[in-house]
């Protein structure tokens, strides 16, 4: 399967966006999606992820309650959508294909990141 992440751009510190990460090639049957996020100097992060076939989501503790992903099976892309941004919400943001929610930081499926820039 190959991914494409889009829909970063640079928001106010409040502001919303809604990144889509949709399969280019293959589907999203079977696997497990989920957002991670990379900002300059820092390790990567995870931001949460959801199982293709039962919509079950997951989140890091530090990640409820103002991010949230969905899916779209007609369209075969997820979604993230952010609400309240922060400045420290500035990262790439990538999309990657595993087999389960939990093994999706090794997976060896990922997009190729869509820059978020939130501004003070």
């Known amino acids: 399967v190959q991914l494409q992440a889009s829909g970063g751009g640079l928001v106010q510190a409040g502001g919303s966006l809604r990144l889509s990460c949709a399969a280019s090639e293959g589907s999203f049957s079977n696997y497990a999606i989920g957002w991670f996020r990379q900002a300059p100097g820092k390790e990567r992060e995870f931001v949460g992820g959801i199982s293709w076939g039962s919509g079950v989501t997951r989140y890091p503790d530090s990640m409820k309650g103002r991010f949230t992903i969905s899916r779209d099976n007609a369209k075969n892309t997820v979604y993230l959508q952010m609400n309240s941004l922060k400045p420290e919400d500035t990262a790439v943001y990538y999309c990657?294909?595993?087999?389960?929610?939990?093994?999706?930081?090794?997976?060896?499926?990922w997009g190729q990141g869509t820059q978020v820039t939130v501004s003070s």
């Open positions: 990657a294909a595993g087999k389960s929610i939990m093994s999706l930081g090794k997976s060896d499926y």
